[in-house]
């Protein structure tokens, strides 16, 4: 999977497949399944509005409005606008036992779902400052 946005979305989409695929031997995986979606739906609420809080207040300091702000203001929320609606998809679809389309099913095993977990556990804001709090 090469590097961006996208390539997280795979790796998320991989892992909640995973998770969905077996719930039907461990019926705990239904909680980190929901976890997860929902965090990262919070997460990227929270983005969103850091990056629309952080423009606004470059805005205020320069004293005017320039177009390209506009743009990148717009490309935000568009970038989370699709976040959010890949989130929404893999919500509205039905459980695994309902489920017909298995998507990957056999490419991720339980050390590749692990790998996962911690990759994108190492993008979260903690993991990526733990120098800073591990010396405070």
């Known amino acids: 999977v090469s590097g961006g946005e996208d390539e997280i979305q795979q790796l998320q989409k991989a892992l909640l497949d995973y998770l969905d695929e077996n719930t039907e031997t461990d019926a705990s995986l239904v909680f980190p399944r929901k976890f997860y979606i929902a965090q990262w739906f919070r997460d990227t609420t929270l983005e969103t509005e850091k990056a629309i809080k952080s423009q606004k207040d470059d805005d205020s300091s320069e004293g005017t409005h320039h177009a390209k702000d506009v743009e990148t203001t ?23 036992q309902f489920s017909t389309l298995k998507m990957n099913s056999d490419t991720v095993d339980y050390e590749d779902a ?8 190492s993008m979260r804001p903690f993991a990526q400052s733990f120098d800073i709090y591990l010396t405070q």
């Open 74 to 96: 717009g490309q935000i929320m568009h970038r989370a606008e699709s976040r959010k609606t890949f989130l929404r998809s893999i919500i509205k679809t039905a459980p695994s």
């Open 114 to 121: 692990c790998l996962i977990v911690r990759y994108l556990a």
